[in-house]
C-alpha cells in the first residue's frame, strides 16, 4: 500500500473506476446474452430488440473506454449479422 498522500488518492480512484468498469463490462456481457438467447430461441422479433439495446451498450462501454471501439464494433457486426441470418 502506498504511503503518499497522491498515492492514496490515486489507489482510492482506481478502486473507484475499477468498480465502474466492472458494472459496465457486467452489462455488456448481459446485453451480449440476451441477443444470443432470442437467436436460440429463434424469435426474430426479440433478437432485433435485444440487438438493438446490445448495441447502445456496447457503443456507450466504447465511448467510456471501456471496451475498445474496434472491439465493439465486431461485437455489434457479428450480432448484427447472426440475426439478419435468422431474419432472412
Known amino acids: 500500500m502506498a504511503n503518499h498522500k497522491s498515492a492514496l488518492k490515486r489507489h482510492r480512484q482506481s478502486l473507484v473506476a475499477r468498480?465502474?468498469?466492472?458494472?459496465?463490462?457486467?452489462?455488456?456481457?448481459?446485453?451480449?446474452?440476451?441477443?444470443?438467447?432470442?437467436?436460440?430461441?429463434?424469435?426474430?422479433?426479440?433478437?432485433?430488440a435485444a440487438l438493438r439495446a446490445a448495441t447502445a451498450v456496447l457503443d456507450k462501454a466504447a465511448g467510456n473506454k471501456?471496451?475498445?471501439?474496434?472491439?465493439?464494433?465486431?461485437?455489434?457486426?457479428?450480432?448484427?449479422?447472426?440475426v439478419n441470418k435468422l431474419s432472412a
Do not use: F, M
Open 19 to 48: 468498480a465502474r468498469n466492472r458494472s459496465e463490462k457486467t452489462r455488456v456481457k448481459n446485453a451480449i446474452k440476451a441477443v444470443r438467447a432470442a437467436l436460440d430461441d429463434n424469435n426474430g422479433e426479440a433478437a432485433q
Open 66 to 82: 471501456v471496451l475498445h471501439w474496434k472491439t465493439a464494433a465486431r461485437k455489434v457486426s457479428r450480432l448484427s449479422l447472426a
